[in-house]
Structures are given as structure tokens and as C-alpha cells.
């Protein structure tokens, strides 16, 4: 409360009192206003603090939701992808993986390949095989028996006469020859059956001139008696 001093003149006394009312209802209104500012800022400020610490546990539960919900996504995705992993690089039970099908395609073609060749040997060879085809076999990864190697027996000694050695040599050699694709083993066969033949001329010659020599010899002799007979 504020002092008045006391005048003896009455109507400045009364402008005072008029004038100090004025102020102090000035001051009164300008107080109750910045109060009611101040108590609205606090209001304010207590209301976003009620709606941060509202919130607060919102965000944090739906932070714990998406958190919860990408930690599933990847361990459903980690679990995932070693099936489909294995899916690609391991091949089903009982089936074959690439390689192995291309040795069984190999094998095939090699099993088709020596048996053609052994029957064109059993083909030429009429007369004088002496067995059928023999065959060396490896198994494949289809647990399947494939020929990979084969042989046919042959009758190559001479003959008691030189006529039948010289055309058992030259069936022989047909015989060796006879397969599209002749092995070494089958170009020795056929050498040793043209030398067979060569030595059987020879000795065909040999006996030839020895017939001839024989025969020479019997006219002669048969020249001369006649001519003794004569000059007898």
C-alpha cells in the first residue's frame, strides 16, 4: 500500500486519490494479466509435457513392435535362404548330379563304339574265330556295366599247304581290318598275316621250281634213252 500525503487543498487531494486509483487499478489489471500469461505458459508447458510423457510410451511400444516384427522377417529370411541354398547346390536323393551324367554319356558312346567294332572283327573273321567277343567292362554311376575294352580270337597258324596259308593270311587281314577304326593291336595282326602270306609264295615258288626242276630233269632222261635206242 502506498502513502498519500495530505494536502490542504481538496480538489488536488481528490486528483491525487483519482490518480492513485487509476495507477493501482493499472498495476492490479497488468498483474492479473502477465499471472494469467505466466500460468498459461505453465499450462502449456504442462500439457506438452503430459503429451511428451503420453507419447513416450507409444513411440517406445511401437518401436519394440517393429523392432520385434524385423528381427522375425530376418530370422524367417536367414532360415530361408540356407533351404533354398541347399535346394541349388545339393541334388536330390538318388539323382545324378551334371558330371555324372556326362561320364554315363561318355561310357555310352564308348560302349557302342568297341562293341561295333568286335562284331565287324566276328563279321570278316567266318572260319577262322576261334571264339566271340570278349569284353572289358567298367561300371558307371548308374551302377550300369559298360564296355570299354573287347577282343575277338583268331586262328592264325599256318596252314599244311602253302595255297590254303596264302587265303588263310588274306582272310586274316580282312578280319583285322574290318572295323572302321582298327587299333595298333589290329594293324600288327594284319602285318604278321601279309608276312605269313609273303613266306607261304615263297615256298610255293620254291616248290613250284623244285616241280619244275624234277619234271626237266624226267624228260631229259627220257630224251636220252630214246636216243640209245635209236643208235642201238
Known amino acids: 500500500m502506498m502513502l498519500a500525503p495530505i494536502f490542504q487543498d481538496p480538489s488536488f487531494n481528490m486528483e491525487w486519490m483519482a490518480r492513485n486509483r487509476r495507477l493501482s487499478d493499472s498495476i492490479a489489471q497488468g498483474s492479473s494479466s ?5 500460468h498459461s505458459a505453465i ?3 504442462s500439457a ?6 503420453t507419447a513416450a510410451p507409444n513411440q517406445v511400444a511401437a518401436g519394440a513392435e517393429a523392432s520385434q516384427a524385423k528381427s522375425s522377417s530376418e530370422k524367417a529370411t536367414s532360415e530361408k535362404e540356407p533351404e533354398e541354398k541347399s535346394d541349388r547346390s545339393e541334388p536330390q536323393k ?3 548330379t551334371p558330371d555324372q551324367k556326362r561320364l554315363i554319356s561318355q561310357l555310352q558312346t564308348t560302349d557302342q563304339r568297341v562293341r561295333a567294332h568286335e562284331q565287324a572283327h566276328l563279321n570278316a573273321a567266318q572260319g577262322i574265330a576261334i571264339s566271340g567277343a570278349n569284353f572289358e567292362y567298367q561300371a558307371g554311376p548308374d551302377n550300369k556295366r559298360y564296355a570299354v575294352a573287347g577282343e575277338v580270337s583268331i586262328d592264325t597258324s599256318r ?3 602253302p595255297e590254303k596259308t596264302i587265303a588263310k593270311g588274306n582272310k586274316i587281314i580282312r578280319a583285322a581290318l574290318a572295323p572302321a577304326d582298327p587299333s595298333p593291336q589290329d594293324h600288327a595282326v594284319a602285318a604278321n598275316a601279309a608276312q605269313m602270306i609273303q613266306e607261304a609264295q615263297a615256298e610255293l615258288m620254291r616248290s613250284s621250281y623244285a616241280q619244275n626242276q624234277a619234271s626237266g630233269e624226267e624228260d631229259e632222261d627220257k630224251t636220252v634213252g630214246s636216243n640209245i635206242d635209236q643208235q642201238a
Open 159 to 161: 596252314e599244311s599247304e
Open 94 to 96: 538318388g539323382e545324378l
Open 48 to 53: 506438452q509435457a503430459n503429451s511428451s510423457q
Open 34 to 38: 502477465v499471472n494469467f500469461q505466466s
Open 43 to 45: 499450462t502449456d508447458e
